[in-house]
């Protein structure tokens, strides 16, 4: 037997007062006969024995109901006949991703999954502790209302969420519970790509329980990817998506609520669409299927910046690559001449700018100032020879063949690493500048000479150069997002805005679709929340499978089993409430006894 409240067993100590009365009884002082009393004393010592045996039943009974009393205050839990099931810490983990929201013939899967979790807090008493634990790492505990209520408020997410997080939160919980009864229900459609990769917390005091429903898996559809291009429409831009399901499915680009294009994808094609919104500025929009089994991953968001391509002046002594390369983006659209963006060494520096090492060494002090003059808080330090390969966005596969370590020389708590050499940063951004660690020459880097170098620059000029310009940065759904260092506020599709922290990392939201970055009222660029393409593949692992990988002591695919898994104990029961019955049983008994003792006196 043990015990939930062991302290309360303190009050067994009061046992020890109907004993400390009887022996007070025992106690007699003086005697002195009187001739009046010879009578009465015959009489006693004719029933003393009685007596006697009547007070130590009355003391045994009164000890006996208070140990009873003490040890139902004690919560006992042990194998002895009782009612209900012991107390249990349950924690409730509902897969709750966006590949719940399908629907088979045996209907929707996030429907089936919440009755389970509605039967186990059905099932639960009174001594239970139960926390209901979503993909999106929200817990709610406490009572059945409380419960019910968050349950039917749970939401298939845009996303996959974290199962793993999910999974250790809820084994992390009943275990600081205290109550020995532990389980962690997993109530799930068992999505292959959302178990894989997750590692269970193995602790042999939290047994988990997989409940998986299975059933059919319909056809599924899905937008799994868009791209914009350019990233900077001049109006004209193209939208490229890319469809996966088992058959053709009907399309169309929506921006800002108007249709621009329509057509019909076969499977695992691509879409391509030119289109020319009439409006200007940061425009939101999708790109859209038939709806079939699962709605959510049916349409993708994406996000395009419309007007004036930027202007670009590389400087005469600049070199042959950049000159170059501004002329092939002006030529394309991309760019056009003007006294906007400067492209040149950072003996030049001002903002905006794009701005490279000194090929001279010697000039390296004269940048240096210059870097200080236009108030960028970066500055060369020593020399390094490579090579030594290139990581970052547009550059992997170019190699720095030399440069100088970038050096930190006021605030950069806004600028970004773009790109490292060796781990050390090779090309930083802030507000309005990009400081590039090594000189745009073959001899100290092979990246003007690969062909990925004009695609980078057009990049950087849409992204991180146009002036009032934070570029589109793109999340799943909770997920890490770096807060450009030009915006400080986040303003969602319903038009609503929160303040953010330039520089900083936050979470992306968990509502798809085109959140603005803004600077005050003004839109500075875009946050496009989709969900994982892995989500919309709709297998499933068998239930045996994932049991053995999760450990589960239990494994169902009956939802109705969730109730019996979550307090299954071995057979121990609750026994608070025989201990209760046990004390008025002798309660009765006590107040028996002492009305028979008192009948006698009166007769």
């Given at each position: 037997m043990s015990f939930l409240a062991?302290?309360?067993?303190?009050?067994?100590?009061?046992?020890?007062?109907?004993?400390?009365?009887?022996?007070?009884?025992?106690?007699?002082?003086?005697?002195?006969?009187?001739?009046?009393?010879?009578?009465?004393?015959?009489?006693?010592?004719?029933?003393?024995?009685?007596?006697?045996?009547?007070?130590?039943l009355l003391m045994v009974l009164r000890i006996a109901i208070v140990v009873a009393l003490a040890l139902a205050a004690a919560r006992p839990v042990g194998w002895l006949p009782g009612v209900g099931h012991a107390p249990s810490a349950v924690a409730i983990v509902l897969d709750n991703s966006l590949s719940s929201a399908a629907a088979g013939a045996e209907g929707q899967m996030l429907a089936r999954l919440v009755a389970a979790a509605g039967g186990i807090i059905d099932g639960s008493a009174s001594g239970d502790r139960l926390w209901l634990i979503t993909m999106d790492g929200a817990v709610v505990g406490g009572d059945k209302g409380?419960?019910?209520?968050?349950?039917?408020?749970?939401?298939?997410?845009?996303?996959?969420?974290?199962?793993?997080?999910?999974?250790?939160?809820?084994?992390?919980?009943?275990?600081?519970?205290?109550?020995?009864?532990?389980?962690?229900?997993?109530?799930?459609?068992?999505?292959?790509t959302s178990w894989e990769g997750v590692v269970p917390p193995a602790d042999a005091e939290v047994p988990v329980a997989l409940i998986a429903p299975g059933g059919t898996v319909g056809l599924n559809r899905a937008v799994i990817a868009v791209a914009t291009e350019p990233q900077h429409w001049d109006p004209r831009g193209t939208v490229r998506a890319t469809v996966a399901g088992n058959d053709s499915a009907s399309w169309r680009v929506v921006l800002d609520g108007?249709?621009?294009?329509?057509?019909?994808?076969?499977?695992?094609?691509?879409?391509?669409?030119?289109?020319?919104?009439?409006?200007?500025?940061?425009?939101?929009?999708?790109?859209?299927?038939?709806?079939?089994?699962?709605?959510?991953?049916?349409?993708?968001?994406?996000?395009?910046?419309?007007?004036?391509?930027?202007?670009?002046?590389?400087?005469?002594?600049?070199?042959?690559?950049?000159?170059?390369?501004?002329?092939?983006?002006?030529?394309?659209?991309?760019?056009?001449?003007?006294?906007?963006?400067?492209?040149?060494?950072?003996?030049?520096?001002?903002?905006?700018?794009?701005?490279?090492?000194?090929?001279?060494?010697?000039?390296?002090?004269?940048?240096?100032?210059?870097?200080?003059?236009?108030?960028?808080?970066?500055?060369?330090?020593?020399?390094?020879?490579?090579?030594?390969?290139?990581?970052?966005?547009?550059?992997?596969?170019?190699?720095?063949?030399?440069?100088?370590?970038?050096?930190?020389?006021?605030?950069?708590?806004?600028?970004?690493?773009?790109?490292?050499?060796?781990?050390?940063?090779?090309?930083?951004?802030?507000?309005?500048?990009?400081?590039?660690?090594?000189?745009?020459?073959?001899?100290?880097?092979?990246?003007?000479?690969?062909?990925?170098?004009?695609?980078?620059?057009?990049?950087?000029?849409?992204?991180?150069?146009?002036?009032?310009?934070?570029?589109?940065?793109?999340?799943?759904?909770?997920?890490?997002?770096?807060?450009?260092?030009?915006?400080?506020?986040?303003?969602a599709p319903d038009g609503s805005a929160v303040t953010v922290v330039p520089g900083a990392t936050r979470e992306a939201p968990w509502t798809a679709g085109v959140h603005f970055w803004r600077r005050g009222a003004e839109r500075v660029g875009a946050l496009v929340v989709n969900a994982d393409a892995s989500e919309s593949d709709l297998a499933r692992l068998p239930a045996d499978s994932l049991a053995t990988r999760l450990g589960a002591t239990v494994a169902s695919a009956d939802p109705s089993a969730a109730a019996r898994a979550a307090f299954a104990a071995g057979g121990a029961r609750a026994l608070a409430r025989t201990f209760l019955l046990l004390a008025l049983v002798l309660l009765v008994a006590e107040t028996l006894v002492a009305r028979r003792g008192q009948a006698k006196s009166e007769d």
């Open positions: 062991p302290w309360a067993l303190l009050l067994a100590v009061a046992a020890g007062v109907p004993l400390l009365l009887h022996l007070l009884r025992r106690r007699s002082g003086d005697k002195l006969d009187f001739p009046a009393v010879r009578y009465l004393l015959r009489m006693e010592r004719e029933h003393a024995r009685e007596v006697r045996l009547k007070n130590m409380t419960l019910r209520a968050a349950l039917s408020g749970v939401r298939a997410l845009d996303g996959a969420g974290d199962a793993g997080a999910a999974l250790r939160r809820g084994t992390a919980l009943v275990k600081e519970s205290g109550i020995p009864s532990r389980h962690v229900v997993v109530l799930t459609d068992a999505q292959r108007r249709t621009l294009a329509r057509g019909t994808a076969q499977p695992g094609a691509t879409v391509l669409a030119r289109v020319q919104p009439p409006s200007r500025g940061w425009v939101a929009g999708t790109v859209e299927l038939a709806p079939d089994e699962l709605r959510g991953d049916d349409t993708r968001h994406f996000a395009a910046h419309v007007g004036e391509p930027p202007a670009v002046n590389a400087d005469p002594a600049s070199g042959p690559f950049l000159r170059g390369a501004v002329d092939a983006l002006v030529n394309g659209g991309r760019a056009r001449r003007g006294d906007g963006v400067l492209l040149a060494s950072a003996e030049r520096a001002r903002t905006p700018a794009l701005l490279f090492a000194p090929a001279d060494p010697v000039r390296v002090p004269d940048a240096n100032r210059a870097l200080e003059r236009a108030g960028i808080p970066w500055r060369f330090g020593v020399r390094r020879d490579g090579p030594a390969p290139l990581r970052g966005s547009g550059v992997d596969g170019a190699v720095a063949k030399s440069w100088h370590v970038l050096e930190a020389a006021g605030d950069v708590s806004k600028a970004d690493t773009i790109a490292r050499v060796g781990g050390a940063p090779w090309a930083v951004a802030g507000e309005g500048y990009v400081l590039v660690a090594s000189a745009a020459v073959a001899d100290a880097t092979d990246l003007p000479v690969k062909a990925s170098f004009l695609p980078w620059l057009d990049g950087l000029l849409a992204q991180r150069l146009t002036a009032g310009t934070a570029g589109v940065t793109e999340s799943a759904p909770g997920r890490p997002v770096r807060v450009p260092a030009l915006a400080d506020a986040l303003e």
